[in-house]
């Protein structure tokens, strides 16, 4: 049973991820004063579902010089993991992971990035490679201070399960208690999920595709499907984390719907930073912004306690 709906949580989860390329198209659309797609169905309605028959339907290319099976099979495991992460949400079953929840997501966090590096050294391409260590160089210096940050929340919170998060929110949402930390938060989510103003990885103005110019059909829609699930989780984690996160509330979704949003908006509103300024903005800003808040909710926590035994 377990099982079973482990598996229809997945397809829920992918029916979500397409009708969310279609929001982001046709939101693109509006903002460069074009029309989106509106030909495939009512309004474009099924225009994600055509796209996925016609990249599961075309030949998958074969770089003559690569090592195929680390190539074939590194897309299929960043899915794997970006899916699995999801077991987190408190869903019927999803209590196994509840109480080391945090753990569990920047353990798996960390480990798609592995996937990525691998893919990319296998197509044995130098634009693969650039991109590939480009995006580990992004992701390994955004983790540091994005663990940080999320520390200080756990400093306060006094717990790794996501659900004490909310009892913790009732009277006041993180994200105006921490403001600073909040800013900070939604600004490396877009680091972390590799997103418009920071995807060099995929800079075609400079790396034609980046890391995933060797892959096609089918591998292309896996790495396709692997950032927008994340994109899609990573907005539920901030609604947890900074909004007061109720799971049994219809507002928790629109809170999440609204970030979902937010990350479209901001793609077409910002150009792409330069790479060394977005260095700059974790290595001189974050980190040693985010060390000495650390240190400050450390001791406003203690400060709490102590004058609670009081």
């Known amino acids: 049973m377990i099982l079973l709906v482990f598996l229809m949580m997945m397809i829920f989860i992918m029916i979500g991820v397409a009708f969310f390329t279609l929001l982001e198209r046709k939101l693109l659309g509006y903002i460069q004063y074009r029309k989106g797609p509106n030909k495939v169905g009512f309004i474009g309605i099924l225009q994600p579902f055509s796209d996925a028959i016609k990249l599961f339907s075309k030949e998958i290319l074969k770089p003559l010089v690569s090592n195929y099976s680390i190539f074939f099979f590194m897309p299929l495991l960043n899915l794997m993991i970006n899916l699995l992460v999801w077991l987190l949400m408190p869903f019927f079953f999803s209590y196994f ?3 080391l929840g945090i753990l569990f997501f920047l353990c798996l966090s960390s480990l798609s990035v592995y996937t ?7 197509s044995n391409s130098n634009y693969s490679m ?5 995006l580990v160089a992004q992701l390994i210096s955004y983790e540091i201070s994005f663990s940080i940050i999320l520390m200080c929340f756990l400093i306060l919170n006094n717990s790794l399960s996501l659900y004490d998060f909310y009892i913790f929110q009732k ?4 994200f105006f208690f921490m403001f600073p930390l909040g800013i900070m938060w939604l600004i ?3 680091a972390e999920t590799n997103r418009t103003p920071f995807d060099f990885s995929e800079g075609e103005s400079e790396l034609v595709s ?4 060797e892959y096609s059909s089918v591998l292309f829609a896996y790495i396709f499907l692997s950032e927008y699930c994340s994109i899609m989780f990573m907005s539920y984690m ?4 900074l909004f007061g996160g109720n799971f049994f509330s219809f507002f928790f979704y629109m809170k999440s719907s609204l970030l979902c949003f937010f990350f479209i908006w901001v793609r077409g509103s910002l150009p792409r930073f330069r790479y060394d300024k977005l260095m700059y903005l974790n290595w ?4 040693p912004l985010s060390m000495l808040l650390i240190l400050f909710f450390s001791g406003f926590s203690i400060f709490l306690k102590l004058n609670s035994m009081n």
Do not use: A, D, Q
Not at 210 to 213: E, M, Q, S, Y
């Open 97 to 99: 992971f509840v109480n």
């Open 130 to 134: 650039l991109g590939s260590l480009r």
């Open 171 to 174: 009277s006041i949402w993180f």
């Open 210 to 213: 980046g890391f995933n110019i």
């Open 284 to 287: 001189k800003i974050f980190l």
């Open 188 to 190: 490396s989510c877009f």
């Open 116 to 122: 990525i590096i691998l893919g990319s050294w296998s």
């Open 238 to 241: 901030s609604v947890i984390i």
